[in-house]
């Protein structure tokens, strides 16, 4: 069992940034890398983070979907980002599941692709037979906030290596920030 874990330094951080990489794009995908981090919705503050790679057979064997497609994706992706899904160990997707749910049991708010990410965790946890620590009302979407905040992805800048979980979290974590301080301003 492998986890990357940095302790929090900001006390009473709520919300959860969360990123999958996955090996499909149904609700059912294989995940094979998990990352997340508390974060400041105020100053973009990083607390406790946690970085996971799962094994893609044991969620093959936990009943997980393979698409084709993603597969060619990843394979067009950097070295550096398919390397980081395999150059730590790779955990058992029960193990690792157990440890994010863990992880999420101190949020309030939980910021993901809501479409994407948090779907494949319920899912997931559903499918391992594991009960969530959070609530499904919790969930907060990207997209949505974005949208709300008539700001583009694009238009911010990129750290770390794209496509690893926890650096994708890191960088949504920038614009989400920015997008709430928008809408605060507005108001």
Sequence with gaps: MSVMRTPCTVPDIKNVMLDLETLGNDSNAAVIQI?????????????????LNVHPQSAI???????GETIFWWLQQSQEARESLYKNPQNNISEAFHQLNHF?????????HAT???????????RLKIVPS???WMARDIRTLMDLAKLKVKDFPKTGCCH?????CKNQVNYCVCALKKLREEN
């Design 35 to 51: 990352g997340a981090c508390y974060f400041d919705p105020d100053t973009g503050e990083i607390g406790e983070t946690l970085k």
């Design 61 to 67: 064997d936990s009943g997980a979907s393979l698409s």
């Design 104 to 112: 999420l049991s101190k949020a309030d708010k939980i910021w993901s």
């Design 116 to 126: 994407f990410d948090f779907v494949i965790v319920t899912e997931t946890l559903n």
């Design 134 to 136: 959070f609530k499904y």
């Design 164 to 168: 690893d979980a926890l650096d994708d």
